[in-house]
């Protein structure tokens, strides 16, 4: 059974960094972050496709995406982090072609003073 697992999400401040971690179950070609806030609908945040890496608009400059396949981890630096980055963040995985199948349950990450 295919498991993602997200862990590091918490409160912080405007400004401030933190990061996101996900341990998968097994090595995946494609790796990546997507997030969901109140009343919005999901977006990307960061892919890691093949070792090339791709990020959402909003966070480019400002967010990281790295993977580890020794240890089957993707992770997700963020800094400089704003309230508009408040969300649920998911982490999320798939083969060499298709549609992202699996998915973690989501970690929260709010950004308020």
């Known amino acids: 059974q295919v498991q993602l697992v997200e862990s590091g999400g918490g409160l912080v401040q405007p400004g401030e960094s933190l990061r996101l971690s996900c341990a998968t179950s097994?090595?995946?070609?494609?790796l990546g972050w997507y997030r969901q806030a109140p009343g919005k609908e999901r977006e990307l945040v960061a892919t890691?496709?093949?070792?090339?890496?791709n990020y959402g608009d909003s966070v480019k400059g400002r967010f990281t995406i790295s993977r580890d396949n020794s240890k089957n981890t993707v992770a997700l630096q963020m800094s400089s982090l704003k309230p508009e980055d408040t969300a649920v963040y998911y982490c999320?995985?798939?083969?060499?072609?298709?549609?992202?199948?699996?998915w973690g349950q989501g970690t929260q990450v709010t950004v308020s003073s």
């Open positions: 890691n496709i093949g070792g090339i890496t």
């Open positions: 097994r090595t995946f070609y494609a």
């Open positions: 999320a995985a798939r083969s060499s072609w298709g549609d992202w199948a699996y």
